[in-house]
C-alpha cells in the first residue's frame, strides 16, 4: 500500500511540473538552459532540475522545426510560478477573458542525423568522452519560449530554419526564405516556458569504437542495433572479433 502512493505522489509531482504542448509533453524549470545543450535531467523536491554540461561545437547548420501555438491558462500559471526565482523573467500579458491570447513558439530540434554527425566529429571529441563517461547525459531537444510579436512576425515570413553556431558556441536560430538568409532571432533563457528532453542511443563500431547512433525522446526506447547503455559484453566481443 505504502509503494502505491509513493509512486502516486511521483505522479502527481510530475504531473505538476509537466505539460502538454502540441500533444508532447513539456517541462518546467527554474534551470537556465539552451536548446542543444547537454546535460544531467532530474526531478528533486517537486522541480525539474537540468544542469547544463556541455555545448558541442556545431560547424553545420542544424535544421529546426518551430510552431505557433495560442498561451493558455496553466501556461501562464506555472510560468509566472517561475517568476518567484527570476526577477529578470519576461512577462507575458495574458488574460482569459480576452478573445486573442498571446501566442507561445516551439522550437525543435529536427535535423537529428546532423547533430549526431556534429557530435561524433572530432570537433566534439571532449563531449562524446563526457557522454561515455557518464551514459547518463541527457539533451534539450526542445523549448517552449514567450517572443515578441516582432519576432513572431519574422518567423510567419519564413520558410526554413536553423540553429547556428556564430561563437564561443553561442547558439542562435537563423531564419531563411527561398533558400535566402533573411534573420537572426536570439533565443534568451528569460523567455523559456518549458523544455523537451532527449536520450542518446549507441552502436559499436567494427572495431568496438563507441559512437551516438540516435537521439530519441527520453523515455522511447532505442530501435534496432542501437542501445540506450554501452555495454561491456558487446564491447569485448567486437575487440576479440578483430
Known amino acids: 500500500m505504502l509503494k502505491k502512493i509513493v509512486v502516486l505522489a511521483l505522479l502527481i509531482c510530475t504531473a505538476c511540473q509537466t505539460t502538454k504542448i502540441k500533444n508532447e509533453d513539456y517541462k518546467f524549470s527554474t534551470s537556465i538552459i539552451e536548446l542543444g545543450s547537454i546535460g544531467e535531467s532530474k526531478l528533486t523536491y517537486n522541480q525539474n532540475i537540468f544542469e547544463t554540461k556541455a555545448l558541442p561545437t556545431l560547424k553545420n547548420n542544424i535544421r529546426v522545426e518551430i510552431g505557433i501555438v495560442p498561451y493558455n491558462r496553466k501556461l ?8 518567484k526565482y527570476n526577477q529578470n523573467q519576461t512577462k507575458v500579458a495574458f488574460i482569459d477573458s480576452l478573445p486573442v491570447k498571446p501566442e507561445l513558439v516551439t522550437i525543435r530540434i529536427l535535423d537529428i542525423a546532423g547533430l ?4 561524433n566529429s572530432d570537433y566534439n571529441t571532449e563531449i562524446l568522452d563526457l557522454l561515455v563517461n557518464t551514459q547518463t547525459s541527457k539533451l534539450i531537444s526542445s ?3 514567450s517572443l515578441s510579436n516582432d519576432e513572431i512576425a519574422k518567423i510567419r515570413q519564413s520558410d526554413a530554419f536553423y540553429i547556428i553556431n556564430n561563437q564561443n558556441k553561442k547558439y542562435t536560430i537563423a531564419l531563411f526564405k527561398s533558400g535566402k538568409k533573411t534573420d537572426n532571432i536570439d533565443i534568451n533563457p528569460e523567455t523559456i516556458v518549458a523544455y523537451r528532453v532527449s536520450s542518446f542511443c549507441w552502436a559499436a563500431s567494427d572495431r568496438g569504437k563507441w559512437y551516438i547512433a540516435d537521439i530519441v525522446n527520453e523515455y522511447s526506447n532505442c530501435k534496432g542495433i542501437t542501445e540506450k547503455r554501452i555495454t561491456t559484453k558487446k564491447k569485448n566481443k567486437n575487440l576479440f572479433d578483430m
Open 116 to 119: 549526431v554527425h556534429e557530435i
Open 76 to 83: 501562464n500559471k506555472i510560468y509566472k510560478s517561475k517568476a
Open 143 to 145: 523549448l517552449a519560449v
